[in-house]
């Protein structure tokens, strides 16, 4: 390599562990480098990743998600650090020309390392948290071939697991600045090797003369939004031994579509660097005007920017490159006067804030673009705007922060501190948080400065139910604190435009945009005063999270119920023995108590009931009869589960609420409770419970007054809309019809509009279907769609189970769309049945996508309504149930013939390598798919588009099979 610029070193590494190697560090990298064979302790090394990860890949230890095969693993606390010491080797080539460095970086090595580059040795100190840079250039090899050994140690304090577990260990971890999880959690289990590796990105980079360093983007906002400055601060650094001048250029353009940009700014200074000195250069702020903003997900576009920054030195020519996606916008953020919630704004909106915590994607750290591109995408398909990183986990990485700036999700980002790691729990741990204080703040600033660009980036918080030690926590708010320009959280007062002459330009500050909060229980979260009012993380009755007194506070940062998988995931982790369902055992109290297999109980599994106070939400559809049958079941309570609780707080929104957290979004390993999608990256039903919930315009059903609410999140006031409300029976039958008219929603308002009254009508039945719609009265677009099943008060849903057996017709049609390796599907899914006369045609649900572009003022006014009822009773539509498909002018025409009518309930796909035959427990899903939705129902004569994406492995043919509750066979569409 010659040209200017970065290569990544993420293949041709080999790992041993250090016991096993007799040679040292610069005999591997000199005379005597690693050989691989059958006696070689040498095997390929996952980098960037784990010791852990390692050994899984070369199978020499089994898999630890799976089954209990984690309780096989040697555990550090009882082998000792050196047992999980290891060696990491690789080899690069390097051509340097005159005048050029050549820098080897690492992101993050856990926990500390001594590096061997041809012969030559480095000291990598500790903490898991911190980049380490090395100018090698008088060191490698100017053209040839470079061998590199890297000897890594294990954190200094990784306790002991407790034969009961619990939270954190025994707590010694936390006197280490690393992942605080990794020695088990209520919801995972002890990662063996502490996370021991080369975990993240590893590179060499090559330099002129000057190196820049961290540069530092920030924008400040004017005149409505119109007016926007970009200020901008880098450091550069002269590798030489004497002056040079610079001219350092910084420009920003935007795309316009694929592959043309239009160049929005140029400007070059002029900076003279003395010998091996170091700078700091602030350019003259840029101005724009109109500039396109980045919003949050469900409030606008997520507009980004690209700013590079360019140095050439004099008599050498480019020095050196950087260059960052970067969106203008603004985040206030004060306590709600009303609520008592801290309350969020961006670029002057009020955004009510609905996401979930996040650990990390993989226990492992097997971290990729690709998984984060499928993690974030997951997040927004939800519907979410904020994920709040946890502090027992990751501070996550730029790969995360990147797909969090294109998908609009606002972060929540705290330090390594947990009230269980940090003087809680039992034993009490140490209060005084990591040992070495002066470690976790360098590591601090280094965080800092490697996120700080990120628009999704929203707050700093110094850790989970705890605060910092006070020296730490002084420190953090010093660090962090406001630049003037953005001290101003008041909605009533004015902004500061004009910087005074003492003020420094805001790009200086480390980073000066963002508030720090000092724990998640503090200042507007939970109680505000640090009081452990989180939770509740188990089952509830969906009807309480709409009632007044289920939270007295404004924000939840932790509110978390189960998460059960889908069986074919149950398969393909567990053996035999973990495919056993709970059992059932009938307490005196009239409640049901779950028993759950030991491997179930080891992967932290939460039953759905919850004696005494809320009655088993799987067998209110009757006794599971298999692993298929009660994963079915437990999808249909995680929908309606997770679908309550974001409606329960959102029908309290800025009346009660300013903001609700989930616990959790995912698993990083193969865990049983709180999450959306599992770790194969297939997603429950909760998944689509909370897609509908959240939805930025949404209809609703209030679970505690049946009120049908209408929420409207967006700035703008909601007009010339009806709602469409039917009710559908078990048998077909439509008793229940009513359009409401001429409804209009105020901006950021919560509306109830009219009581469902078919529970009080005469006959009502104990089991029904509520379908509810909101369109646009001009051209019967649907806006919101949402579908309930419901019982009667005190009843159960048990007579959905001979509703199994209805065949009800269907007919999908789809069109594929290949590129490369990417699949897309259109698709139309009809419920053939046939529809009664009055149904409007809003059952061909063309959705529309317009939610607004988030930064329209308008003015207010109350809803009203008027309301026609109707009843009407759909015919039978008779015929012999068959399969069979057929090809019409490019699409695919797929039908489920059935003798019955009524609502195909429940449907959803899924897509899977064709085979013929399969090995009993093999997966063989296609996974992640991205649909645009699932676990779906229709009502007689309704169509619903859906469009499915994935990516497909070489060689493989996909196959695309819908189930559904009267489908339970499967059936196969393309």
Not at 74 to 86: K, P
Not at 892 to 898: A, D, H, I, L
Request: glycine share 8%; net charge negative; with cysteine.
């Amino acid at each position: 390599m010659s040209g200017i610029g970065k290569t990544v070193l993420d293949s041709g590494w080999l790992a041993a562990r250090s016991t096993e190697v007799k040679l040292s560090g610069v005999q591997l990298t000199t005379t005597h480098p690693p050989a691989t064979g059958a006696e070689s302790p040498w095997m390929e090394a996952v980098v960037p990743g784990t010791v852990l990860a390692t050994l899984v890949k070369n199978k020499v230890v089994p898999d630890p998600f799976y089954g209990l095969e984690n309780e096989t693993i040697i555990d550090i606390g009882d082998s000792g650090r050196e047992y999980y010491t290891f060696w990491f080797f690789t080899t690069f080539q390097s051509k340097l020309l005159e005048n050029q460095h050549l820098h080897l970086n690492f992101r993050g090595i856990n926990y500390s390392a001594e590096l061997y580059l041809n012969g030559h040795e480095k000291v990598l100190p500790k903490g898991m948290f911190r980049r380490h840079s090395l100018d090698v250039t008088n060191i490698v090899h100017p053209d040839g071939k470079n061998l590199l050994a890297v000897l890594v140690h294990p954190p200094d304090h990784p306790g002991k697991i407790p034969a009961e577990g619990g939270q954190g260990g025994d707590h010694e971890i936390g006197k280490d600045v690393a992942t605080q999880y990794v020695e088990g959690w209520d919801w995972i289990a002890p990662i063996r090797d502490r996370n021991t590796g080369i975990w993240d990105e590893v590179s060499i980079s090559v330099t002129g003369p000057v190196k820049i360093i961290d540069p530092h983007l920030v924008s400040s906002l004017f005149d409505n939004y119109k007016r926007v400055y970009l200020h901008a601060t880098t450091e550069l650094e002269n590798t030489t031994d004497s002056v040079v001048e610079c001219s350092l250029n910084i420009q920003v353009s935007t795309e316009l579509e694929e592959n043309i940009c239009l160049l929005e700014h140029l400007q070059t200074q002029q900076v003279s660097i003395p010998a091996h000195g170091r700078v700091q250069h602030t350019f003259p702020q840029l101005f724009f005007y109109k500039p396109n903003l980045w919003w949050p997900n469900g409030m606008g576009k997520q507009s980004l920017y690209e700013v590079s920054i360019t140095v050439d030195v004099k008599g050498h020519g480019e020095s050196d490159f950087w260059s960052q996606p970067f969106g203008f916008r603004k985040i206030e953020s004060y306590i709600d006067s009303a609520t008592g919630g801290r309350l969020f704004k961006v670029n002057g909106q009020r955004i009510f804030i609905r996401g979930g915590n996040w650990i990390l994607s993989d226990g492992l750290l097997r971290l990729s673009r690709e998984r984060y591109r499928a993690d974030i995408k997951f997040h927004a398909d939800m519907n979410f705007n904020m994920i709040r990183c946890w502090g027992g986990g990751l501070t996550e990485r730029p790969e995360f922060y990147h797909y969090c700036d294109i998908y609009g999700l606002l972060v929540w980002q705290e330090f390594w501190i947990t009230g269980d790691v940090d003087g809680r729990g039992i034993p009490i741990s140490n209060p005084n948080g990591p040992l070495d204080h002066d470690l976790f703040l360098l590591c601090a600033r280094d965080t800092i400065k490697l996120l700080r660009n990120h628009p999704s980036l929203a707050l700093w918080v110094g850790g989970n139910e705890q605060v910092p030690p006070d020296d730490l926590n002084k420190a953090l708010k010093s660090y962090l604190k406001l630049h003037p320009l953005f001290q101003n959280s008041d909605p009533n007062d004015k902004s500061v435009e004009d910087l005074s002459a003492g003020s420094k330009d805001p790009s200086q500050y480390l980073d000066g945009t963002r508030i720090y909060i000092q724990g998640s229980l503090w200042d507007g979260f939970a109680d505000g005063k640090g009081g452990f009012t989180d939770g509740p993380y188990d089952i509830q009755n969906p009807e309480d999270f709409f009632k007044d007194d289920y939270y007295k506070y404004g924000f939840i940062p932790e509110v978390g119920s189960v998460g059960m998988p889908v069986a074919a995931t149950i398969r393909a982790t567990m053996p035999v023995e973990g495919w056993q369902i709970p059992l059932f055992k009938k307490l005196p109290n009239g409640y049901v108590e779950e028993i759950p297999n030991p491997i179930w109980e080891y992967h932290k599994y939460i039953p759905y009931s919850k004696p005494g106070k809320v009655h088993d939400q799987i067998l209110k559809y009757g006794m599971s009869k298999d692993l298929d049958d009660f994963c079915l079941k437990a999808q249909l309570a995680n929908y309606i589960q997770y679908r309550a609780l974001l409606e329960g707080w959102t029908s309290h929104m800025w009346s009660k609420y300013t903001g609700v957290l989930i616990w959790k979004n995912q698993n990083p390993w193969t865990g049983l409770r709180g999450q959306f999608y599992d770790h194969l990256l297939d997603q429950t039903a909760g998944f689509y419970g909370c897609r509908s919930a959240a939805e930025p315009i949404h209809i609703q059903l209030n679970l505690a007054t049946y009120f049908i609410e209408v929420v409207n999140t967006m700035s703008e006031e909601l007009t010339n809309v009806a709602i469409e409300a039917s009710v559908w029976n078990l048998d077909g039958s439509c008793p229940y019809y009513k359009v409401i008219d001429n409804v209009s929603v105020p901006p950021k308002k919560v509306v109830p509009i009219v009581e469902m009254k078919y529970p009080k009508s005469r006959n009502p039945k104990p089991v029904y279907f509520l379908l509810l719609k909101l369109y646009n009265i001009s051209d019967y677009s649907i806006i919101s769609r949402n579908f309930y099943w419901l019982h009667l008060s005190n009843g159960d849903y048990k007579l959905l189970e001979p509703y199994r057996r209805k065949k009800i017709p269907l007919k999908i049609t789809s069109k594929t769309f290949i590129t490369g390796s990417t699949y897309e599907i259109e698709m139309r899914v009809q419920n053939a049945s046939k529809k009664p006369d009055s149904i409007s045609s809003i059952c061909l649900n063309n959705f529309t996508t317009k939610y607004g572009d988030g930064h329209s003022g308008v003015s207010m006014a109350e809803p009203v309504g008027s309301e026609t009822e109707g009843k009407s009773k759909p015919g039978l539509l008779h015929r012999v149930y068959k399969t069979f498909s057929r090809e019409t002018n490019g699409l695919r025409v797929s039908e489920v013939n059935g003798v019955d009518s009524g609502v195909a309930f429940f449907l959803h796909f899924s897509v899977h390598a064709s085979k013929t035959h399969y090995k009993e427990g093999e997966d063989a899903r296609i996974l992640p798919v991205h649909y645009s939705d699932n676990y779906f129902s229709l009502v007689p004569g309704e169509v619903m588009p859906i469009k499915i994406s994935f990516e497909v492995p070489p060689g493989v043919t996909p196959r695309v099979i819908l189930k559904g509750w009267n489908y339970h066979d499967g059936h196969t569409v393309i």
